[in-house]
């Protein structure tokens, strides 16, 4: 197995969490390579060959259509495997999401989706959500830990009954893997997702849980980012503040996806991890600029 890194590995960025960790993988005997995806033949090797592609990197044509096109030529590989977004569906009045629902065509990631169907690689697409596990570089549960470590109130977008998907990374990988050389996965749109979704105030509590905090030491402040003047976005470490989710109703159908735990479980290992990283006892003041302005515009009170 050979996996490819866009950039250069003694680049700054590749000595931070998580890029410093190829080596755990050269370990396993997988070898890592460096370059520019629009040239993959020049890093991978010139001339050889691999079975499946997968690209967990591009997000628009321009940057997967040079490794799309040296799949199904110079490399010759039998099969593709692109990770797209469940971000691409359009909010829908009968959740959750499912395969086949109507998708935002100006986003780029459809237009991967439909240059890939033209090929002439037997190809499957995956749309993950949001991801808890080692190895993620977005935060998604640090975000929560952060807050509930320090005591702080978890401001929250909307009534906080917004329901979402967070899964697994080691979901997400299982489900991918369960598509290589399955013909049963050749033209298969899956949503690479949990098999529950999970509210706003539900991911906090399940956080406060992993935590070993009572519910009731924890202190849900819910705002209007119009009202308050704050974009969500750089707020929160969710795009949206309304019922979006997907479900996997494919994967489970098709590729036979099992999952063997929840996320409450997942996320009490994601803890024991933040405190020895020693990220709980960091000095991470600045980061809470945007949550004092909530605070202070919700009249609540705010935390050291």
Known sequence: ????????????????????????????????????????AAAAGAGKRFDVVVDNNGKDLAT?????????????????LY??????????DTPPLVEGDPVDTTASHVAVEEYLARSSLAESVFRPQYIVGPGNNKDCEEWFFDRIARGRPVPIPGNGLAITNVAQAEDLAKMIALAVDNEAAHGGLFNCVADRGVTLDGMVRLCAEAAGRAPGDIEIV???????????????????????????????????????????????????????????????????????????????????
């Open 1 to 40: 197995m050979t996996v490819m890194v866009p950039g250069k590995e003694a680049s700054e960025g590749m000595q931070k969490e998580p890029f410093c960790r190829w080596g755990e993988l050269r370990e396993l005997g997988v070898a890592t390579v460096w370059g520019d995806p629009a040239d993959c």
């Open 64 to 80: 997967c259509q040079p490794v799309i096109d040296w799949a199904a030529g110079e490399a010759r590989a039998r099969q593709f």
């Open 83 to 92: 990770v797209s977004s469940a971000g691409i569906y359009l909010p829908s």
């Open 222 to 304: 819910h705002y209007d980012p119009e009202v308050v003047g704050v974009n969500a976005k750089k707020a929160f470490p969710f795009r949206h503040a309304y019922n979006f989710f997907s479900e996997p109703r494919a994967a489970v159908d098709t590729l036979g996806m099992t999952f063997e735990r929840g996320l409450g479980d997942a996320l009490k290992e994601r803890w024991a991890t933040y405190v020895e990283s020693g990220r709980a006892t960091k000095d991470l003041s600045e980061k809470f600029a945007l949550d004092d302005l909530i605070l202070q515009a919700s009249g609540t009170s705010q935390a050291a």
